[in-house]
């Protein structure tokens, strides 16, 4: 089992800044392809970025790429930040964290079996 927990979301301004961390905790937690979702109200759930294990390789969304770069700490493999940059009030939504293994298409919710609880990111003026 592999628990997430996100933090970091809250009210920013157009054109601001955040990062959003998701720690997991679990045994084998530190080796798994880790990832982040958003899901905006009455929309469908949307694939943010994702990063592998143990090849470091990301892959970012269309709506996010060039905004958002994913990380995993160095020293402390259990957590994952995403840093968004130049924030749009189109990026308002719930932000989830999942970890799965394995290969499969990254960017589905279905090539990930754990998630977290999500974090709110609103973009406002």
């Known amino acids: 089992q592999v628990q997430l927990v996100e933090s970091g979301g809250g009210l920013a301004q157009p054109g601001g800044s955040l990062r959003l961390s998701c720690a997991a905790s679990?045994?084998?937690?530190?080796?798994?392809?880790m990832a982040w979702f958003r899901q905006a109200p009455g929309k469908e759930r949307e694939f943010v970025s994702a990063?592998?294990?143990?090849?470091?390789?990301?892959?970012y969304g269309d709506s996010v790429k060039g905004r958002c770069t994913i990380s995993r700490d160095n020293a402390k493999k259990t957590m994952v930040y995403l840093q968004m940059n130049s924030l749009e009030v189109e990026d308002t939504a719930v932000y989830y964290c999942?970890?799965?293994?394995?290969?499969?298409?990254?960017?589905?919710?279905?090539?990930?079996?754990?998630w977290g609880q999500g974090t709110q990111v609103t973009v406002s003026s």
């Open positions: 999942a970890a799965g293994l394995g290969g499969g298409d990254l960017t589905r919710s279905n090539s990930y079996r754990f």
């Open positions: 679990g045994r084998t937690a530190s080796t798994y392809n």
């Open positions: 990063l592998t294990w143990p090849g470091g390789n990301s892959w």
